[in-house]
């Protein structure tokens, strides 16, 4: 029924990825073309402020990114989706526009997001799922 999947990957958090593997895996089916994964690399106004952001220890944000997609590929395979079938992402900037921004360009028709965080009990939506449910063009299906 889907044809472009797109699965928001915050790669620090493994329980999360972990609650969201089954129902990726059972909505990417036969037809489906594409599951794209994204994970997005914040953008560093708290370093910044601290005029830590661009020391010359501080690694380029490009090689964040580099890294951040190698890890996401990493992360991938535990979803065990044949792969022709995935293409994976990495940005940076703000995760929900980041998020909002590639589910137009790849014309996502679901979108796959974990809930929150599981410490961050008090919410019952994250800051970025809350943003991708109110404002994304297609279904969203958030995973508790
Ligand atoms: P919390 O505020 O508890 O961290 P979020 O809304 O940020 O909750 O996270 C929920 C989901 O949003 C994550 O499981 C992931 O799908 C997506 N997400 C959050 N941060 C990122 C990120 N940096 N890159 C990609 N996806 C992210």
Same mark, same amino acid.
């Given at each position: 029924m889907y044809n472009s999947i797109l699965v928001p990957i915050d790669v620090s958090e493994t329980d999360l990825t972990r609650q969201v593997i089954?129902? %990726?895996q059972a909505h990417s089916v036969l037809n489906t073309a594409k599951v794209h994964f994204l994970t997005v690399v914040p953008t560093l106004p &708290? &370093?910044?402020s601290l005029g830590l952001a661009y020391s010359a220890e501080m690694p380029k944000l490009k090689d964040i990114q580099h890294?951040? +997609? +190698? =890890?996401l590929d990493?992360? %991938? =395979?535990q979803f065990k989706i044949p792969a022709? =079938?995935?293409q994976t992402h990495a940005a940076a900037g703000s995760p929900k526009d980041q998020i909002l921004n590639l589910a137009k360009s790849i014309d996502a028709d679901l979108?796959?997001?974990?809930? *929150?965080?599981p410490d961050i009990s008090t919410y019952l939506l994250g800051s970025?799922?809350?943003a991708v %449910?109110? *404002?994304?063009?297609c279904p969203v299906l958030v995973v508790r």
């Open positions: 089954p129902y %990726v &708290y &370093y910044s890294a951040a +997609l +190698l =890890k990493e992360i %991938v =395979k022709g =079938k995935t979108i796959i997001i974990a809930s *929150h965080r970025n799922a809350a %449910v109110r *404002h994304a063009g």
